[in-house]
Every structure is written in C-alpha cells, then in structure tokens.
C-alpha cells in the first residue's frame, strides 16, 4: 500500500529531515510515528501527502509512484487520503455539516449521496446533536471529531494524522484515538505522527521511531519509548 525506498529529504536549507529512509506499510495498518522534535515526523507525513518531494529515493502509494504525478495529478491523488492536522482547519463561516459536506461537494458527490454520508460520519464520531453549530460554538475535541469526520467522509484508502491530539487534553486525546481506533477497525490505514506518550502506549500499534532524520525502530505492537 505504502512504500518507501532509500527515501532521503534535504531541504533547501541543507537541513537533512529523513535520512535513507525505506519502509512498507500494508492495508489496514495503524501506524504511529514518534521521535522528539525535529526528527523528520512531518516531513515523512508531507511525503505521503505530496506536500513535499523526497530529495532521493522512491515512493509509491496505492499504485501511484507520487515522484512521476504531475501537478495536475496531484488533486486527484489527494483523494484518495483522508488528512488530520493538529489545529483542524475547519471552515469558520460553515455548519459541523456543511464543513463535512464541502469535502463531498469538492468531489461533485450528488445532494442525497451528501446527506446520507455526511449524517453517517458526523454520527461516528459522537457530534450528531451538534451537527448545525459552527466550529467556534466548540471545544478543541469536538472541533477535531468535525476534522476526522470530513477526512473519511470520501472514503479514503489512508488516513494520514500529523499530531491530531497536539492541542487536546488527555481524556479528551483518548476519545480522539478511540475513534481513530474505531475508524481502523473498519478497515482503513491510518498513519499518525504523535508526541502523546499515554495514547501511543495505551495503543499498542505499529510504532516507527525517527531520530535525526533516521528511522532508529519500527517496532510491531509498539510503545512511545521517550520521555516527553
Ligand atoms: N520547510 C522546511 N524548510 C527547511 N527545513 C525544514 C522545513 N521543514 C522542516 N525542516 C527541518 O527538517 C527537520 C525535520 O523537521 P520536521 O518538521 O519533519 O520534524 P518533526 O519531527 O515533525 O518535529 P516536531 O515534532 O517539532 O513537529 C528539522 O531540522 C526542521 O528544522
């Protein structure tokens, strides 16, 4: 499903991010990526998200070689992954469903396609009462379960989370990863950078730990292994 080959970023700075980097990662798996900051966590998240290129090596995602996709390309490429940031990027001036519903919208999904999804996802992550308030009527959780909810709506082949419970508190961290436990469960690959200790250790999953630009563990069943 993801591939990695001798993946090394530089960037223009001179600043080494990732260092000969070569991973697999298969369908269905839940995989957490750790280290302290600085040691290329983001940068191997914007490598599946095309954010940015690797400076060497190679990467395929479901089928696409993302090294050889044209800018063009990379929309419908985007498509396919489902993408968490740690400060959710709703959209100020729209509804809990609206938010949801414009990622279907984009993709030019009909109404009744819309409401019969849109109510599906916003019901799997708790927010059915809410569903017509704005993102500033919510607290930081609620806002990230509206971020989840848009992410999966289309269905994506991978969810990719870079430090979803950053802003959060503890309880409220765990719901977020229940639900992106709850998500795996049903099938899609979720990869998720985190510098939260308890949710990786409570977790257990597949752990990929990045020092310096280097992966130094991948580790099945994993735990955090820092102190924050
Ligand atoms: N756009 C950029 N331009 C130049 N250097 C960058 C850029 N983005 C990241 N870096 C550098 O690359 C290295 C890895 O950064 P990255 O953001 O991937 O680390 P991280 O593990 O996600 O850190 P954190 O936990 O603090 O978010 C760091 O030395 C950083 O300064």
């Given at each position: 499903m993801?591939?990695?080959g001798?993946v ?9 991010a ?15 990526v ?12 914007k ?65 009744s ?5 849109v ?28 971020a989840?909810?848009r ?9 990719v989370?870079?430090?979803?419970t ?12 229940r639900?992106?436990e ?21 977790l257990?999953?597949?752990v ?13 069943r994993?735990?955090?292994?820092y102190e924050?």
């Open positions: 993801i591939y990695m001798n090394s970023k530089i960037y223009e700075t001179g600043a080494v990732l260092s000969n980097i070569s991973v697999e990662i298969k369908s269905g798996e839940f995989v957490f750790v280290g302290p900051s600085g040691a290329g966590k983001s940068t191997f998240i490598l599946i998200t095309r954010e940015e290129l690797p400076t060497n090596g190679q990467i395929a995602i479901g089928g696409h070689n993302l090294l050889s996709l044209n800018p063009a390309q990379v929309p419908y490429y985007r498509r396919q992954l489902g993408i968490v940031f740690q400060d959710y990027r709703l959209l100020p001036n729209k509804t809990v469903f609206e938010n949801v519903a414009f990622a279907m919208e984009v993709i030019e999904a009909t109404r396609e819309i409401m019969h999804r109510i599906h996802v916003v019901d799997l992550v708790g927010l059915r009462q809410k569903m017509n308030r704005y993102p500033q009527e919510l607290s930081g959780g609620e806002q990230q379960r509206v989840i909810a992410a999966i709506v289309n269905d994506p082949v991978v969810l989370a870079d430090e979803p950053g802003n959060l508190d503890p309880d409220t961290s765990w719901e977020i990863a639900i992106l709850d998500i795996n469960r049903s099938g899609t690959t979720i990869i998720m950078a985190s510098h939260d200790k308890s949710v990786v250790d409570k257990r999953r597949r990929l730990a990045f020092e310096k630009g280097r992966l130094v563990r991948d580790q099945v994993g735990v955090y292994g924050n």
